[in-house]
T-cell receptor, first 112, second 112 residues
Framework: NAGVTQTPKFQVLKTGQSMTLQCAQDMNHNSMYWYRQDPGMGLRLIYYSASEGTTDKGEVPNGYNVSRLNKREFSLRLESAAPSQTSVYFC???????????FGSGTRLTVV | EDQVTQSPEALRLQEGESSSLNCSYTVSGLRGLFWYRQDPGKGPEFLFTLYSAGEEKEKERLKATLTKKESFLHITAPKPEDSATYLCAVRGFSGSARQLTFGSGTQLTVLP
């Protein structure tokens, strides 16, 4: 089925460990996004990529890095995980400014 | 800074009992207001985009309306399968043209 695929679905990390969350879309969308969702705080934008080759910071970028590998793939890296990064992470893509996002099913990350 | 406030935080309805969810927003010029549905353990699913005051969109038992300060999601004769968290988001003229600001959501439970 067409859409946004995220891997892994679940992950437990120890404080200080690193990991990369993978995201791929097959809808030929130009824009891709990484959000985190925490109880009572809604979805907050971490980083986004308006088009292949460009990335920009969102509302909460500290502690994260991203790579837009090609038009399909947009990865999120945690270099040194902290307990405050325990969250559910969603990747999304969109065709343009006027369109809604298509979200992946999320990665539930726990940092202990 | 764009802001979105959704109310109530949680709503329990009997099957067939119509009601409305509220989304109040503050933006420096509205590019679009978006409604999403999120089921437990899944990513948000796009429902509607509204662009100007007075605009209305419908999908099955859902109807979204927009004024200059708020949006309502009306649910007519809901069924248990309408149970989900409903998210509202806005895109304003400040900041990135592609960034959405989300509310914390309304958790709707429809009892049979």
């Amino acid at each position: 089925n067409a859409g946004v695929t995220q891997t892994p679905k679940f992950q437990v990390l120890k404080t200080g460990q690193s990991m990369t969350l993978q995201c791929a879309q097959d809808m030929n969308h130009n824009s891709m996004y990484w959000y985190r969702q925490d109880p009572g705080m809604g979805l907050r934008l971490i980083y986004y990529s308006a088009s292949e080759g460009t990335t920009d910071k969102g509302e909460v970028p500290n502690g994260y890095n991203v790579s837009r590998l090609n038009k399909r793939e947009f990865s999120l890296r945690l270099e040194s995980a902290a307990p405050s990064q325990t969250s559910v992470y969603f990747c999304a893509s969109s065709e343009g400014q006027s369109y809604g996002y298509t979200f992946g099913s999320g990665t539930r990350l726990t940092v202990v | 800074e764009d802001q979105v406030t959704q109310s109530p935080e949680a709503l329990r309805l009997q099957e067939g009992e119509s009601s409305s969810l509220n989304c109040s927003y503050t933006v420096s010029g509205l590019r679009g207001l978006f409604w999403y549905r999120q089921d437990p353990g899944k990513g948000p699913e796009f429902l509607f985009t509204l662009y100007s005051a007075g605009e209305e969109k419908e999908k099955e038992r859902l109807k979204a309306t927009l004024t200059k300060k708020e949006s309502f999601l009306h649910i007519t004769a809901p069924k248990p399968e309408d149970s989900a968290t409903y998210l509202c988001a806005v895109r304003g003229f400040s900041g990135s043209a592609r960034q959405l600001t989300f509310g914390s959501g309304t958790q709707l439970t429809v009892l049979p």
